[in-house]
């Protein structure tokens, strides 16, 4: 990773971790992060555990990245950080970010957890910021393990103490799991058991969710607050932080590292089969095309997002052929969390219009997928149109949501827009 990214690497367990170093390094408790309201609700929590407020930005509703125009002066200003997504490895505007931040005087992060090959005017994304977060869970496919990078190599012995602190013990039953799971999902998708394997994994406590957000348990919440942004806040949110991943800050064994370096080393033929899938992907009606490195070279999405009209449908339809779909992000984080956790996006309708239409699709199942999508004659999304009701707002955990149908404006660089 190093040699991939011309800068200082450090291995973490997982990139919810590295996510919590490098906030903890940059910011304050107190300070004001910059964030996608369209993103995991795990990495909410993590900039809460880091004692940091989440503002929400706007996007652009063709591919859910940080509409930079449309956020008010008055939200710069008031910033400590801003932290990217590059959703589904569709790269964040990062030139203009690092710009902005530069005169504010603040870091910029990058989560380059779904965009680890995707690239701005020929450059890395994750090589923009004071420091980025690498997943090697998913483009990768180790299942495991993540990486932070920064800017500054005077910085790693401070990282590898903080990271130190930070770890658990390693457990034989969890490397032993680890071990097996490849094989026993293998197992059971040749045996047509998915529904069977997915309770199974669910009992074992392998995954937790059973709806897209997970359960915000206020009065845990409120218990929790108080310790954001101490060490002892990792240990307080950890029931939130660690969701589909129990051992995301457990020291890996090494059976966890020998499988990582395998599958790193074989990330270019990875990269490559992901780029050909969102070739195809991007060719079909329900795209929406982005320019990629070159002409005829588009990025190695991690998931293509599709925008369908009713993205529920089609999710069931591909279950009937057995195609399961995740990394859904629905509803954005200010609608989930309310007023009390996070600020509003001020312009939020094109993050709810991606949101509920975006259908992420793996780039290794495109030719699966669009021969369900056409032969079952999907409909793609309606166009976005600016100035629609905002929909359902809400307020203060256990206040009553309230329909409200609001003028939408956004204030870039001071200039009115509706």
Known sequence: MRERLGRDCLYVPSCRLAMYLA?????????????????????FFVVLAAGLRPVQAPLRPEDGSIDVAAVPESVWHGLSAVLTVNLYGNPDPAPELRSRCHLLGIPLIEDVAHALGSEIEGRLVGTFGEASVFSLSKLPGAGTGGVLAYADPALRPGFERARDELLTAGSLPSELAYG??????????????????????RLLGLVDRTDIRQS???????????????????????????????????????????????????LDDRLAAHRAGTAKLLASRWAVRRPGPAPDRPQPLFRVPLLVADRNAAIALLAEHRIATGYLYDPPLDDYAGEWLTDASPSPDAARYFARHALPVDPLKAERVLAV???????????????RPAGRRTGAPGAAAVDETVQLRAYPHGEPRV
């Not at 799971?181 to 997915?198: F, I, K, M, N, S």
């Not at 307080?236 to 020998?258: A, E, N, Q, T």
């Not at 999508?373 to 100035?387: C, D, K, N, Q």
């Open 216 to 266: 915000l348990r206020i009065d845990e919440l409120r218990r929790a607050m108080p310790a954001a942004g101490f060490p002892r806040a990792l240990a307080d949110f950890d029931s939130w932080i660690r969701v589909d991943m129990h051992d995301y800050r457990m020291r890996p064994g090494g059976l966890r590292l020998r499988r990582t370096e395998r599958m790193v080393a074989r």
């Open 373 to 387: 999508l056409e032969r079952s004659g999907v409909a793609p999304a309606p166009p976005f149109t600016t100035g």
């Open 180 to 201: 097996v799971r490849p094989y026993a999902e293998a197992g059971v998708r040749g045996l047509r058991l998915t529904a069977a394997a997915r309770a199974a994994v």
């Open 23 to 43: 906030l903890r390094h940059w910011c304050r408790p107190g300070g004001r992060v910059l964030m996608s309201p369209v993103n995991d609700d795990v990495i």
